[in-house]
Protein backbone atom coordinates (compact mmCIF):
# COMPACT_ATOMS: atom_id res chain seq x y z
CA UNK A 1 0.00 0.00 0.00
CA UNK A 2 1.27 3.74 -0.75
CA UNK A 3 0.23 6.71 1.56
CA UNK A 4 0.34 9.99 0.77
CA UNK A 5 0.84 13.47 1.79
CA UNK A 6 -0.09 16.75 0.08
CA UNK A 7 1.97 20.02 1.10
CA UNK A 8 2.51 23.54 -0.14
CA UNK A 9 -0.67 25.13 -0.47
CA UNK A 10 -1.66 28.42 0.71
CA UNK A 11 -3.31 31.61 0.18
CA UNK A 12 -2.06 33.42 -2.80
CA UNK A 13 -2.94 36.44 -4.68
CA UNK A 14 -4.99 36.18 -8.26
CA UNK A 15 -2.00 36.04 -10.79
CA UNK A 16 0.59 34.28 -8.69
CA UNK A 17 2.05 30.90 -8.63
CA UNK A 18 2.23 27.78 -6.15
CA UNK A 19 4.25 24.32 -5.94
CA UNK A 20 2.34 21.76 -4.45
CA UNK A 21 4.18 18.22 -3.32
CA UNK A 22 2.90 15.11 -3.00
CA UNK A 23 5.39 12.60 -1.15
CA UNK A 24 4.74 9.27 -1.13
CA UNK A 25 5.76 6.12 1.27
CA UNK A 26 6.72 2.85 0.24
CA UNK A 27 9.22 1.05 -2.73
CA UNK A 28 6.66 1.10 -5.48
CA UNK A 29 5.68 4.77 -6.01
CA UNK A 30 7.53 4.36 -9.38
CA UNK A 31 5.23 1.48 -9.94
CA UNK A 32 2.22 3.68 -10.09
CA UNK A 33 0.45 6.61 -12.26
CA UNK A 34 -0.32 9.33 -9.98
CA UNK A 35 -2.83 12.24 -10.10
CA UNK A 36 -3.99 15.64 -9.16
CA UNK A 37 -8.19 16.41 -7.95
CA UNK A 38 -9.22 19.09 -6.32
CA UNK A 39 -12.67 19.96 -4.41
CA UNK A 40 -14.05 23.35 -3.71
CA UNK A 41 -17.20 23.41 -1.07
CA UNK A 42 -20.49 22.50 -2.47
CA UNK A 43 -18.54 21.23 -5.32
CA UNK A 44 -17.79 17.99 -6.46
CA UNK A 45 -14.22 16.63 -6.70
CA UNK A 46 -12.94 17.18 -9.92
CA UNK A 47 -9.71 16.25 -11.97
CA UNK A 48 -7.01 18.39 -12.46
CA UNK A 49 -4.04 16.68 -13.76
CA UNK A 50 -2.11 13.26 -13.91
CA UNK A 51 0.90 11.50 -14.91
CA UNK A 52 1.86 7.53 -15.89
CA UNK A 53 4.56 6.01 -13.94
CA UNK A 54 7.42 7.11 -16.00
CA UNK A 55 6.37 10.80 -16.66
CA UNK A 56 6.04 9.96 -20.18
CA UNK A 57 2.74 10.81 -20.38
CA UNK A 58 0.63 13.81 -18.93
CA UNK A 59 -3.43 14.97 -19.16
CA UNK A 60 -4.72 18.10 -18.08
CA UNK A 61 -8.13 19.58 -17.04
CA UNK A 62 -9.53 22.47 -19.62
CA UNK A 63 -9.68 24.63 -17.43
CA UNK A 64 -6.14 24.62 -16.20
CA UNK A 65 -3.95 23.09 -19.44
CA UNK A 66 -1.49 25.95 -19.84
CA UNK A 67 -1.11 27.14 -16.19
CA UNK A 68 -0.57 23.95 -14.31
CA UNK A 69 2.22 21.71 -14.88
CA UNK A 70 2.10 18.59 -13.37
CA UNK A 71 5.63 16.51 -12.83
CA UNK A 72 7.07 13.31 -10.86
CA UNK A 73 10.43 12.50 -9.58
CA UNK A 74 10.24 9.03 -9.04
CA UNK A 75 13.93 9.01 -6.86
CA UNK A 76 12.30 11.23 -4.26
CA UNK A 77 9.09 9.67 -4.16
CA UNK A 78 7.62 12.89 -4.65
CA UNK A 79 5.06 14.39 -7.09
CA UNK A 80 4.48 17.83 -8.21
CA UNK A 81 1.95 20.15 -9.56
CA UNK A 82 3.17 24.06 -10.63
CA UNK A 83 0.13 26.40 -10.40
CA UNK A 84 0.66 29.53 -12.32
CA UNK A 85 -1.28 32.21 -13.14
CA UNK A 86 -3.98 31.50 -10.37
CA UNK A 87 -7.50 32.43 -10.58
CA UNK A 88 -9.91 32.87 -7.48
CA UNK A 89 -11.92 29.52 -8.95
CA UNK A 90 -8.60 27.79 -8.48
CA UNK A 91 -9.51 27.81 -4.35
CA UNK A 92 -10.39 24.48 -3.59
CA UNK A 93 -8.94 21.17 -1.28
CA UNK A 94 -6.21 19.95 -3.59
CA UNK A 95 -5.46 16.15 -3.49
CA UNK A 96 -2.97 13.70 -4.81
CA UNK A 97 -3.82 10.23 -5.67
CA UNK A 98 -1.89 6.97 -6.72
CA UNK A 99 -3.73 4.45 -9.83
CA UNK A 100 -2.61 1.28 -11.30
CA UNK A 101 -3.31 2.70 -14.54
CA UNK A 102 -0.47 2.20 -17.18
CA UNK A 103 -2.07 4.95 -19.21
CA UNK A 104 -3.29 8.65 -18.03
CA UNK A 105 -6.77 8.38 -16.08
CA UNK A 106 -9.09 10.94 -15.39
CA UNK A 107 -11.63 9.03 -13.54
CA UNK A 108 -11.51 9.37 -9.32
CA UNK A 109 -12.91 5.93 -9.61
CA UNK A 110 -9.63 4.59 -10.78
CA UNK A 111 -7.60 5.56 -8.21
CA UNK A 112 -7.10 3.48 -4.99
CA UNK A 113 -4.53 5.65 -2.77
CA UNK A 114 -5.40 9.26 -1.77
CA UNK A 115 -3.69 12.12 0.49
CA UNK A 116 -5.85 13.84 3.15
CA UNK A 117 -5.59 17.42 1.04
CA UNK A 118 -3.95 20.85 1.08
CA UNK A 119 -5.95 23.95 0.88
CA UNK A 120 -5.10 26.08 -1.97
CA UNK A 121 -6.36 29.89 -1.50
CA UNK A 122 -6.75 32.37 -4.61
CA UNK A 123 -7.70 36.21 -3.58
CA UNK A 124 -8.71 38.30 -6.42
Known amino acids: QVQLVESGGGLVQAGGSLRLSCAASGRTFSSYGMGWFRQAPGKEREFVAAITWTGGSTGYAGSVKGRFTISRDNAKNTMYLQMNSLKPEDTALYYC?????????????????WGQGTQVTVSS
Open 97 to 113: AATRWSTVTYSSGNYFA
